[in-house]
């Protein structure tokens, strides 16, 4: 049987054709040189990587080395790889010999199947609720008969409810893993590699957080579905600044390693509402992420021209500045920003409303270059790949690309933020002002950013109310003169 390579994210059982199939892997330390990715997110990769090597044994071949190239001239027969999760993987082997390239895995929609639906749109925008309806009927779940469970086909309504007035959701923290040796022989790598000059990490050091096997994986997935699946739904949008796993699964990283199948995970959600453990908008909104929005991603990664990485549509050109891109929580007095980069620095992880409506809000309002913050993304979470944060960022997070994903900007004030979230009454700041010492810098930025991309957004019919609002703004000038100097100090 031709051995299979398996990248350092295609590490499930399901990436080999046979349970005795051999497998190489290769563990290049320039990737890590190249680029200073979070220190958690790379004791994750590498850890999993020779965990995977180490449950294969023998028939593994794992070779440590500077490239990929120079541990692939080791290599003396044929090879077959899974489709690789992006551009630049995906070109490195195309230009091997001997190296097949099978069809992608790990996603709960083939390329062929996607291909299909795009093309039977007839010209239509490739809208992610469609595509998402498409595949619970496709795949049979969350469906009775033709009709969606619990009689719609989503809850956001239901899933949008602001936190309850407690420090936490008051539910048990999720399942931790156990390091072990392997841990142990990764973490002093790391520190030797730092010390000799040959990396350099950003953010905090361990303990690992997220599951780096297929069984610690799969005890995740049977806590989250037992113990917090149950609380996701109301409150999946919401923030709490003393509780940064909220009722979220911490699944994304172990899916975007391929130890878990996306249909597996849905299925497991849906026996539980199925069995009556866990509410039908909780288990829906859980459903949607997993083979809606994530396989949407992925095949908007691939659909779009290669170019789609380098669209800047709004002219955003102010250089990301040093304090965020070091994750210097302590230098910012704004109470949500601060709350939120402490936490990327301390698990390289916050769930998709602070990556949305804080960080990535944040850069969007000060004009931030689209490429530099889709890189720090990448770079900075422990679930973060190209094909994720491509899409992800410059579509829906910095609207860079004109309106393919989103309908209009994920730009929001301090309004929002205060109503998601407990960050607000403690914040130096005030959410209902936007001039002045005490001006909140989303509620203020939020109008600057609309002032500065006026004649770009006119058209955007749902944005016509907040775009008449700045003729009504008597302090519009001085709001603009206040956020110009504000620049890229932190706020």
Not at 146 to 174: C, H, M, Y
Not at 247 to 272: I, K, M, Q, T
Request: glycine share 8%; aromatic share 10%.
């Amino acid at each position: 049987m031709t051995r299979r390579w398996l990248f350092g994210d295609q590490l499930g059982r399901h990436f080999l054709d046979d349970a005795d199939q051999p497998a190489l892997i290769i563990e290049s330390r320039a990737v890590f040189a190249r680029r200073r990715f979070h220190r958690q997110k790379a004791h994750l990769v590498l850890s999993a990587m020779r965990h995977r090597a180490a449950e294969l044994g023998d028939q593994c071949t794992y070779v440590r080395a500077d490239t990929y190239g120079e541990a692939l001239a080791s290599v003396r027969e044929s090879l077959t790889v899974c489709h690789p999760t992006t551009h630049a993987a995906l070109d490195f082997v195309n230009r091997l010999d001997d190296v097949e390239v099978l069809p992608a895995r790990g996603f709960a929609t083939s390329m062929e199947d996607f291909a299909a639906w795009a093309d039977g749109r007839g010209g239509k925008r490739l809208l992610m609720e469609d595509f998402y309806r498409d595949g619970r009927r496709r795949l049979g779940i969350l469906m009775d008969g033709a009709d969606p469970s619990g009689g719609v086909w989503n809850f956001d309504k239901e899933n949008r409810q602001p936190p309850p007035r407690q420090p936490t959701l008051g539910i048990d923290e999720p399942w931790w893993p156990d390091e072990d040796e392997i841990d142990d022989e990764v973490r002093h790598d790391l520190d030797r590699w730092a010390a000799d000059g040959d990396v350099a990490f950003i953010g905090e050091d361990g303990p690992r957080r997220f599951a780096a096997t297929r069984r610690e994986a799969l005890a995740a997935l049977r806590s989250f579905v037992a113990e917090r699946l149950p609380g996701f739904g109301a409150h999946e949008d919401a923030m709490l600044s003393s509780d940064a796993w909220m009722a979220h699964s911490l699944l994304s990283a172990p899916l975007n390693l391929g130890l878990l199948d996306p249909v597996e995970v849905a299925h497991r959600a849906e026996d539980a509402y199925r069995a009556g453990d866990a509410p039908i908008a909780s288990v829906e909104g859980f459903v949607r992420q997993v083979i809606g929005w994530r396989d949407y991603v992925w095949h908007l990664y691939w659909q779009q021209p290669r170019s789609y990485r380098r669209r800047n549509e709004l002219g955003a050109t102010t250089a990301l500045p040093r304090w965020f891109a070091e994750l210097d929580h302590e230098s910012v007095d704004a109470a949500c920003l601060s709350g939120v980069l402490r936490d990327v620095a301390r698990h390289g992880w916050v769930h998709h409303i602070p990556r949305l409506m804080v960080l990535g809000n944040y850069a969007m309002q000060r004009g931030w270059r689209p490429a530099q913050v889709t890189d720090w993304f990448h770079r900075s979470f422990v679930d973060g790949y190209d094909w994720v944060m491509v899409p992800n960022v410059v579509g829906m997070s910095q609207y860079a690309d004109g309106g393919v994903m989103a309908t209009k900007p994920y730009a929001g004030g301090g309004a929002y933020i205060d109503r998601m979230s407990d960050y607000c009454g403690g914040c130096r700041y005030d959410p209902k002002v936007r001039v002045g010492d005490n001006a909140c810098p989303f509620t203020a930025g939020y109008w600057a950013f609309l002032e500065r991309n006026r004649e770009k957004l006119t058209g955007n019919y749902r944005l016509a109310q907040p775009l008449r609002g700045l003729d009504r703004l008597r302090d519009l000038d001085a709001l603009v003169e206040q956020e110009r100097d504000r620049g890229s100090r932190a706020p």
